[in-house]
């Protein structure tokens, strides 16, 4: 997996040796005025595809922790040049499908796979962590399941 070394270090290293997939880490962008990270730019993407043809997928966490995103669907673009999937932590996201002012969301911008976390970002939302996947319905992780939250599909712009 090429992966943006600043990713959620619990969630996704984790996720990533309890896969037993080997990680390739991509160095993010910096914003300048904030000296913030971003995720990657699309030519460290398509620079790391090109050197790991092998990988399976690209992940990357978007927006960042404060808010800050950059444009997905280049990065989208690239991953599906090399015929990868491109996933995304949309965690501090999970509102962007909710009004056209607000930034296009990961799966609007062309990703395959998003998780994101409502609590961090709708009032009154149930503990209710979301995966969507292109080809499927949205699925609450299982514990989630477990405590009978109640899953409404986000419509997609
Ligand atoms: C960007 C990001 N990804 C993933 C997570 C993990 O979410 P969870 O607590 O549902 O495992 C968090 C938690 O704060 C996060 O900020």
Redesign the pocket.
Request: without cysteine; hydrophobic residues 30%.
């Given at each position: 997996m090429l992966v943006q070394r600043n990713?959620?270090a619990?969630?996704?290293l984790n996720g990533l040796m309890l896969a037993g997939a080997k990680a390739v880490f991509l160095e993010p962008q910096v914003d300048e005025s904030s000296g913030l990270a971003t995720a990657p730019s699309t030519e460290t993407v398509a620079a790391a595809l090109t050197a790991y043809p092998e990988a399976k997928g690209v992940l990357v966490?978007m927006p960042?922790?404060y808010g800050m995103g950059t444009d997905l669907a280049p990065l989208a673009e690239a991953c599906h040049r090399h015929d990868v999937p491109l996933l995304v932590?949309e965690?501090?996201g999970a509102h962007y499908e909710q009004h056209p002012r607000l930034p296009r969301s990961a799966l609007a911008s062309g990703a395959d796979v998003v998780?994101n976390?409502r609590?961090?970002c709708w009032p009154r939302s149930p503990w209710e962590?979301c995966c969507t996947s292109r080809s499927g319905e949205p699925r609450t992780?299982p514990p989630a399941a477990r405590h009978g939250a109640k899953l409404e599909p986000i419509p997609t712009r």
């Open positions: 990713v959620y619990k969630s996704v966490t960042n922790y932590d965690a501090h998780v976390r609590t961090r962590p992780a």
